[in-house]
């Protein structure tokens, strides 16, 4: 047995159809197993605020051993956990293929998962994880709701805060009352010149591009139409996310066949599959084959998917742009997502910005904190603060013109940080830039599109 693994990590299928999956005293001996591989090795201590717990749980015991930590001490170390998937892709040295067979993020799910099965997933947690049902009707409302839902509202916060557990200095994401399949009915026109032309490409909107920022889509579709590829929206439904992070894995099992079955014939005409948020990307190439391994259509959507920075990348690459990008004034600090580093793609997002002439990039690759809905939530919000202190020291010590992320929700929250560093240190950081964007609206600002 060697003392760590060099191979890359491998992900195995996830067993949560077998009824030992959710038995509580199989998981409790998996966790003891696990948990005291990492007491003994503690590589990841600096990742996210599980760590740290489970290393004090640990040390504070009577023996400083895992033996007498008592079982009911594993639910806030679980509770910590936001799936990023970093200490598995990144970090620890005993994932499979190694010996132990480490896979501390679905650990954490199994966990989640029995908890769901018993029902012991809130009520709010469960109506914050219905991301279209939200989105189709706060849509209707969006001007009120999004100044319901500012930070400076004393009216409205703490409401929120007191019955949905939201904390109410958290920056929410905006509504919009037109999503981006509604925009993309009317997109611009494809340039047939280009050298690609001839691809086709179906996005799959996410919940997040559909209902909170459009803008993103139509960067994306006018990057790709500028570069020859036919483009066309489909969303089904959300990929499930939310509900994989709550362990609900019977219902992202139904939402990924729903929208496996959805895509199934544009992949049959020849069309490509684009995620536009790098979380969703990540469900479509990885998780979901994970869930349904001997499912034909999970498999070969799989295969069929790109994140969209990934895509214009392998345009570049292979055919190249018809479009040329002009320089940027001021530099970009690039937050590269976590679960887009998860994809194990490389770092398309820094790849995509370096085609623009004289590109000034810093590149940040720590953590933001937010972990999707995590992060808002009233007793996580300070620890997400914690946890993303760093990057946001990154960002706002290279005092660049623009701060962009390929996670919309991980740029929210980088930005209110460096808005509270700046406050903290005024004489060393300067004010950071009012606003975050993904890298797709910045690549199409330099090429002129939007």
Same mark, same amino acid.
């Given at each position: ?37 990492? /007491? ?133 994401? @905006? ?7 509604? /925009? ?15 691809? @086709? ?55 990924? @066949? ?76 690039? /937050? ?11 770092? @398309? ?102």
């Amino acid at each position: 047995m060697s003392e760590g693994g060099l191979a890359a990590p491998e992900r195995l299928p996830i067993d949560w159809q077998n009824p030992d999956f959710y038995n509580a005293d199989a998981i409790d001996e998996e966790l003891r197993r696990v948990f005291d591989i990492c /007491h003994g090795c503690r590589l990841c201590f600096n990742l996210c605020d599980s760590f740290p717990r489970l290393f004090d749980l640990i040390d504070e015991s009577e023996s400083g051993e895992l033996d007498t930590v008592s079982s009911e001490g594993f639910k806030p170390v679980v509770d910590a956990c936001t799936l990023c998937d970093m200490c598995f892709m990144s970090t620890c040295p005993y994932t499979p293929p190694h010996e132990f067979m480490l896979d501390f993020p679905h650990l954490m799910l199994r966990y989640r998962a029995a908890e769901h099965k018993a029902g012991d997933t809130g009520f709010w947690d469960r109506q914050l994880a219905k991301t279209d049902r939200n989105g189709k009707l706060i849509g209707m409302v969006a001007p009120a709701a999004n100044w319901a839902s500012k930070t400076d509202n004393k009216l409205t916060r703490p409401i929120l805060e007191d019955i949905a557990g939201i904390d109410r200095n958290a920056d929410l994401p @905006k509504y919009h009352g037109k999503s981006f399949a509604a /925009h993309a009915a009317h997109g611009p026109e494809v340039n047939t010149a280009a050298p690609a032309a001839g691809r @086709k490409a179906v996005f799959y909107a996410t919940c997040f591009v559909n209902y909170n920022n459009p803008d993103i889509g139509r960067a994306a579709q006018a990057i790709l139409a500028a570069n020859g590829v036919e483009t066309a929206v489909d969303y089904p439904e959300c990929c499930g996310m939310p509900q994989l992070e709550q362990g609900d894995l019977d219902d992202v099992a139904r939402r990924a @066949k729903k929208v496996a079955s959805a895509m199934k014939p544009w992949i049959d005409k020849g069309y490509d599959v684009v995620a536009l948020v790098p979380s969703c990307a990540l469900m479509l190439k990885f998780e979901w084959p994970l869930i349904l391994p001997d499912d034909p259509e999970i498999q070969r959507l799989a295969e069929a998917t790109r994140d969209i920075t990934e895509y214009i990348v392998e345009i570049a690459k292979n055919e190249g742009l018809a479009a040329e990008p002009k320089p940027l004034d001021g530099g970009v600090s690039l /937050h590269l997502a976590c679960h887009a580093r998860a994809q194990n793609i490389g770092q @398309k997002a820094a790849e995509m910005l370096r085609l623009i002439p004289d590109s000034d990039i810093k590149v940040i690759e720590r953590c933001s904190g937010h972990g999707g809905s995590w992060g808002i939530k009233k007793e996580n919000f300070e620890t997400a603060l914690k946890v993303g202190k760093n990057a946001f020291r990154a960002a706002g010590r290279e005092d660049k013109a623009y701060v962009a992320s390929e996670c919309p929700l991980a740029g929210q929250h980088i930005l209110q940080g460096m808005e509270m560093v700046h406050e903290e240190n005024a004489e060393t950081f300067k004010a950071p830039p009012k606003q975050t964007h993904h890298p797709v609206e910045l690549f199409a600002r330099a090429c002129g599109l939007i």
